[in-house]
């Protein structure tokens, strides 16, 4: 299985709730990846998990929560998010946190925020 | 990370031959050379990746020169189903090194 899915595959939220965004793998994968992006740009890296523990934070704002509850597993927790955080976000794994690692990536949420 | 230069768009005609090269003048010795393609509404998909030389598999061939400054992803007889964003991605294995996608280029397969 070189699988990863996410759930929901849309999501629409108002400024003021609270939702989450899951991921999941079955490939024994350590590290775990979320992206953002946005029409016709790159995906911009937002935070990676190695082993379980949260190894990378670029600066993302703190309505964006991450959870790892197990190396399958890896959560989006969004609360207070503004309009301009609608955008397609990406999960992906690799086996260990190392760039030349293939990053499987999940087909992604398509979040509007309202 | 060594920054990227691909160029921004390219239109092909089907059953040619497309190939896209990528620019990374500040490449470090221990950095591979990975690119990925993503369709609309999809994550990225890995094609292949190279350190130097050549490398091929079922889908693609990567040319690195000896001085490793740039990279071509040639794609061999393209057809429709190849119309994508391809992004040209240099990194390293060491530290907590991050992927950090480029530009990209977006391919257009004319019938």
């Known amino acids: 299985d070189t699988e990863v899915t996410q759930t929901p595959k849309h999501l629409v939220m108002g400024m003021t709730n609270k939702k989450s965004l899951k991921c999941e793998q079955h490939?024994?994968?350590?590290?775990m990846y979320w992206y953002k992006q946005k029409a016709k740009k790159p995906p911009e890296l937002m935070f990676v998990?190695?082993?379980?523990?949260?190894?990378i934070n670029e600066s993302v704002p703190s309505r964006f929560s991450p959870e790892c509850p197990n190396s399958s597993l890896l959560n989006l927790h969004l609360h207070a998010l503004q309009p301009e955080d609608s955008a397609l976000y990406l999960c992906?794994?690799?086996?260990?946190?190392?760039?030349?690692?293939?990053?499987?990536f999940g087909p992604g949420t398509r979040l509007t925020v309202t | 990370l060594a920054k990227t230069t691909q160029p921004i768009s390219m239109d092909s005609y089907e059953g040619q031959e497309v190939n896209i090269t990528c620019s990374h003048n500040?490449?470090?010795?221990?950095?591979?050379i990975t690119w990925y393609q993503q369709f609309p509404s999809q994550g990225p998909r890995f094609i292949i990746q190279?350190?130097?030389t050549k490398v091929t598999n079922e889908v693609a061939s990567l040319f690195i020169p000896a001085d490793r400054k740039s990279s071509t992803l040639s794609l061999p007889r393209v057809s429709l189903s190849d119309t994508a964003v391809y992004y040209c991605?240099?990194?390293?294995?060491?530290?907590?090194?991050?992927?950090?996608f480029g530009t990209g280029t977006r391919l257009t397969i004319i019938p």
């Open positions: 991605l240099v990194g390293s294995n060491f530290g907590n090194e991050k992927l950090t």
């Open positions: 190279g350190y130097k």
């Open positions: 992906a794994s690799s086996q260990v946190l190392r760039v030349s690692d293939e990053q499987y």
């Open positions: 500040n490449i470090a010795t221990n950095d591979y």
């Open positions: 490939m024994g994968h350590r590290a």
């Open positions: 998990y190695s082993y379980e523990k949260l190894s």
